[in-house]
Structures are given as C-alpha cells and as structure tokens.
C-alpha cells in the first residue's frame, strides 16, 4: 500500500473497518482511533508516495504479541486524555504506540525519509541512526521552564511561576490546532520496573517521531505500560513542536521551520508542569530534555513533587553496585551535575583488581524505605541519555560498548563511512567528518601548542547525546529491574570544583549529609545555559518541582520515618553521606587526581566507611575536620598508582580554613538572601543550625 493510498485529509473520508459506512476523518480520529492509523507523511510535511514504510493496521501486518487497540479497547481514562488531546491539538491522524520492533523499524524509516535521521554504516554501528536538530534546540531552557504551583509558595524562590489557570489558558491557546497536517502519537509508558509499588505510569501525546523511538529506548513503552493502566492513575504529558504544517502561513519563516528537517517554534517555547494535576506541557521544542519527558520531567520536576507529599524522594543520582575482592556487594547512589562524570562513574571499571562494579542507572534514583525502614533505590528509565565528548574506550570503554548497536546519537560529527565522532574520542578519525550543524570536511582548531582545541569550532555540540538501551549495558546489574529496588548503603554528593572540597570526606550524621547536599556548587554544566561557579543543591537546582525548602526539609525528615518503620524498634539504617571532588587542580590549572577508573579507590574507602559502624573519627586513619572525616593518605589504597606526590595528597585532602570560611559566608548568603528572595517559607532550621556549626567549628580550627 503506497503512502498516498493510506493518508487523509480533514476534508476526505476514511473508511472505518468496524462499520460499513464512511464516516467524517475527525469522527474516525476520536471515536475509532486505531493503534495503526499512522500517516505515511514525513516531518516536513512530504507525503512519502513511495515510501515501504506502511504502518497499516492489519493483523497479519502486526506481530502476535501486539494489540491492534481502538479508542473502545483502551482504558477509559487514556480515552478520555486522548479525545482531549485531539479535540485541541486537531491532528490529522493518530497512531497508539505499542512498542514493538516492527512499529519502531517504521518509525525509524520515516524519519529517516524525512531526513531527521541517518542511519550509520551497519558494519561499525549496526542498528544506530544519528539526529541534527536545529541549532537553537540543544539543551533545556531554564528560563522557559515552569512550575505552575496553585499557590506560589509551593514552586518556591528557584523556580518560574505562574498562575495555573492563566499558564493552562496560554498553552490551550499554543496548542489549538498545533498538530494540524500532523501525526498525534499517543505513547503509554512506565517509568520504573513493570510492577513495583515505586514505578509511576505515564501517556505522553507527541506529534515528533524523533521522541517516540527515544522513549522506546529511555522507557518501558507500549503495551507493556498500557496494560498497567487499567485501574490506576497516569501522569498527562503534552508534547508538540509547536509547527503545524498549515499553509496560511506561506511565505514565513515559520512556514520554512515547519517543513524542515527538526521542526520547532523556539519563540514560543514553554516546559511547563502542574505538579497537584500531575501534568507536564512541553511546547516548541524537540531537545531530548523538552521533549523526552519521562526524563527530567516526570522522572525529577513532577516526582519531587509527588515525594514531598508521599515521602519518598526523587533524585539526580546513579545507582551502582560494587563487588570486594571477598564477593561483598553493596549499592551506593551519587548526586552530579550533567557533564560531572555521572555516566562514567556508573559504568566504571576498577583499575584495583578483584572489584567489580555493575550499574542499574546512570542518571535518576527514586528512594523509598521499605517495611524495615531500609533506603531502597529504582532507576525509573530504561535507558542512558548521555553526554557525548569526553567518552571513549579509555574513560568509558562500557558506555562505549553500550552505545555500539541500536543507538540514537544527536548533534554529533558524522564521519564519511558511516560513524560517529565527537571531542574527547580516542582519536581524529582519517575519514572527512561532517559536523554537528552540518558543514562537511570538518576540520580540528588546534591550540598554540599544537594539541586540538576541543572547545573551538567542535565537531560536536558540548550537549551532545547518545541514546541507548540500558539492556545493552555489558555490566548491568542482576537487581536492575528489580521492583522491590535495591538497598542503598552510602549517597556521595560531588561536583566540579578547582578547589576548596577535598577529595573525599564523610558527613557527621544524616542532617549533616543533607547540609552537604544543600550546600553544593559546581561549574556550571553544558545541558543548561548558565555559566561559572553555581549553587547546584543535591545536582537537583534545575529540576526540584516544588519549594526547593521543602525539597530540603523531605530530606531531613525521612530519617525519623525510616526509624518508624524499622521494625521492632531496632532503629533504622541509613545511608551514610559523602562528598567527592575529582576536579582538584594544582597551581598549574591541571588535574592532580587521575579519575575516571582509578576513582573505585575512593568507593573503596566509602565502602570501608559504611562497614564502621561507629561514627566516630577514632575509626583508622581518619581526620575530623571542621567539613566532616576525611582520610588520611595511608588510609586510601594507593598501590600501583603512579605520580601522586606527598605534596599531590596533601592538595587533595587539604582543607583550608581561608577558604572555608569564605564558602561558608557563600552559603549563608544563599540561605539567608537567595533562597529567600520573594519567598517567606523559612528555611529547615536543623540546616541552619549545621551552617552555624561549621561556623563555630572554623573559629575553633587551628
């Protein structure tokens, strides 16, 4: 069946199999609105007359496992979501995603033929495809971000605000008929292991091809979330690039935007979230972070919200396991900022023999405490969304093999034969390289020395990304889809810092580890548009989707109600807290500590921590500090590693009173004026009195 012969228009009739008269198209959409009712029409709007790519909804064109599902067949409150959503949006064709390999080869053959994809040489990336999107559409957009609290207070002082009902008018306005000449995909997903009590179900409506093959990969999608979705309630999530294909706008530049390649209306772009209604609206972006929106979304900005009011918590954090020589296994997560190492501590290998680390997630933990008051940790994707430059066989050979098949990479540099390449790879490849904005015959900008200069004219885009099946991972832990989750014995904070925090420290207590997370700064990433030394609580300053005070104050609190939980009265077991810091640099401006796979001495020294029971600084080799215990040298596994000086360690455990002093007169400011800033909720009062301890304790330092 040709493209032509299954596309219609508003204004032809489409025959309805169930019934044996034609019926209007806009009946058809809304009433019978069949899984397969997909338009064979590129993004740009190009009917595909001899494309192969036919999404028909047929049995024998489906594969058993699948469901052709009508509007009667779909639980009644994803009905009512999707007459809503096509009453406004007014798309010419909807198709109901059921995940399945034969509807994703579609898919992908579609955009492929809208040229928003290029499929890689099979050879060197079997099954891998590489996205451009517009260069004004690379990362989140703070500044279009809201949080549409029904009292202002709830978004608090770090986050945008507008009333509700003004923002939900707004948006009903941007959406009215923003789907015309378009596909509506209606995208049931799960974010979480299919059964745990910790997972939340979601249906994102989209009119982008590029986010459906995405959340196939990023989440459980399809008919295995739908099924879920029969009695229990959904988060909404809308999403449009904003650029209907109308022809009264010809001759503009919107009418131009519409029919590229990477359609978006960037002047009109808005992330909005309705955390009481459990709602995400997304409008003029196709940016994975805008449009993916299980991701940062659902997964941090909506259950953030959703964890101060159950209390659990949503966090930026990893998740990974990690093995002693003696088959110990203990699950740690860790809080960075994009761009700080997350991914490559995930799939870390240990450059000390006999450890093993596995991971379950790279990005997003959600922590729950079970009937014992034990923390427990889901990853709530299904796959990485990782940062691009930097990785490699040498710092990341695991992401590496990960990324190697059925992978979606975007913004980067595309060699002539069929591959990827982006700064920080192993090498400049000999083949011509087309760029990230699509100039052919790439070529490097070198530094005065001669060496590349990775931030000059790069190949790829800093933000860019590589999409990939976490199945795919080759040291995937065994409990990675584990509904019960997996028991969480330390919570490390870190960021990029030139100084100031040492290596590696331990927190006092629970409230003291919260106050460490709160206190975070890091040099600002590249996934957001900021810039220098930033105030990044917990890695969670973009992505808290209520009073960031309250955020604090979930923290402090789920200490007692782990103690009562734990049964018997035995008391709980929290996670210990600790704070890292690869980033030190020596007086030339270089990096002192090594990194990358000689970090697993630093979890080595964790682990040993979480085995101590006491609390204690007269634990060996360990130094109270004004900041927390801190190791000494000799209690650090430093065998077989080269070039580190007595002068190298005393620079990375140092903590200097000067500039303590200064970091805590910064931390106050920020509690006291920038977190207060047209906002009266107070701040949680046990950390202000942990500012006022370290306070007291840097007087006291010699």
Known sequence: MSAMSHFASKHQFTHDPQRNHPVSHKEMEVKDCLVSRAPLVAMNGDKLENSTSTIENTKENIPDSTIPYS????????????????????PDNVHICDGSAQENEQLLRLLEDSKTITKLCDEKRPGCYAARSDPSDVARSMGDTYICSTVKADAGPTNNW?????????????????????TMYVVPFCMGPIGSRASKLCVQITDSAYVVVSLRITTRMGTVALEQMESRPFIHCWHSVGCPL?????GTDQYLKSRSSWPCNIAQRKIVHFPESREVWSFGSGYGGNALLGKKCVALRIASAQGRDEGWLAEHMLILAITNPAGKKKYICAAFPSACGKTNLAMLTPSIPGWKVETIGDDIAWLTLDNEGRMRAINPENGFFGVAPGTSLQTNANACKTFATNSIFTNVGITDDGDVYWEGMDEVPAEPVTDWKGNENWTPSHKANGNVDTKRNPAAHPNSRFTAPLSQCPILDDQWDSPEGVPIEAIVFGGRRDDTQPLVYQSFNWAHGTFL??????????????????????????FIGCNIKDYFQNWLKMEDRAADMASGGSGSHMPKIFHVNWFVKDENGEFIWPGFAENCRVLQWI?????????????KGVDTTPIGFVPRKESLNLEGLEGLTDEDMACLLRVDKNKWVQEAQEIRRYFTETLMKGDTTPMPAPLMQQLVSLEDRLAAMQ
Do not use: W, Y
């Open 71 to 90: 509007m009667d067949t779909l639980p009644l409150n994803v009905q009512q979501f999707v007459k809503e959503a096509v009453n406004l949006c007014q």
């Open 162 to 182: 507008k009333d509700p009902v003004q923002m939900k008018a707004e948006l009903k306005t941007n959406f009215s008929g923003c789907m015309a000449g378009r």
């Open 517 to 542: 997370g709160a206190t975070m700064r890091s040099n600002a990433t590249k996934a957001a548009d900021q810039k220098g030394l930033v105030h990044d609580p917990m890695a969670m300053i973009p």
């Open 607 to 619: 682990l040993n921590r979480c085995d101590d029971d006491s609390s204690a600084a007269a634990s």
């Open 246 to 250: 109308v022809e009264s706008n010809r």
